[in-house]
């Protein structure tokens, strides 16, 4: 099993990333997918959901901001990140939840960085 993000990069404040996270070996469909955000000295936190059934939730910091979606035929989830502000600087983790029951994954994670 394999959960690889990609698209992190330094960006300016108000500025757009689109983050990716292409699993394999799992069957995609059945899981939730998740991107969670770890800043500098801080602990890992939710950022958005989207279920199987392609619902989404969002913390309510970047609610407005960013959007979560799902594309089930190319194994791959993405979080559009757009109006970034400096505390949106964190490595952002992809995660994978069997939601009923099973063995969850993680991703290696991608650095955004937000500063002018």
């Known amino acids: 099993v394999h959960l690889a993000e990609s698209g992190g990069g330094l960006v300016q404040p108000g500025g757009s990333l689109r983050l990716s996270c292409a699993a394999s070996?799992?069957?995609?469909?059945?899981?939730?997918m998740n991107w969670y955000r770890q800043g500098p000295g801080k602990q890992r936190d939710l950022v958005a959901t989207?279920?199987?059934?392609?619902?989404?939730y969002y913390a309510d910091s970047v609610k407005g901001r960013f959007t979560i979606s799902r594309d089930n035929a190319k194994n791959t989830v993405y979080l559009q990140m757009n109006s970034l502000k400096p505390e949106d600087t964190a490595i952002y983790y992809c995660?994978?939840?069997?939601?009923?029951?099973?063995?969850?994954?993680w991703g290696q994670g991608t650095q955004v960085t937000v500063s002018s």
């Open positions: 995660y994978a939840d069997p939601a009923a029951g099973g063995e969850a994954f």
């Open positions: 070996g799992i069957v995609f469909s059945v899981y939730a």
């Open positions: 989207i279920s199987r059934e392609g619902n989404a």
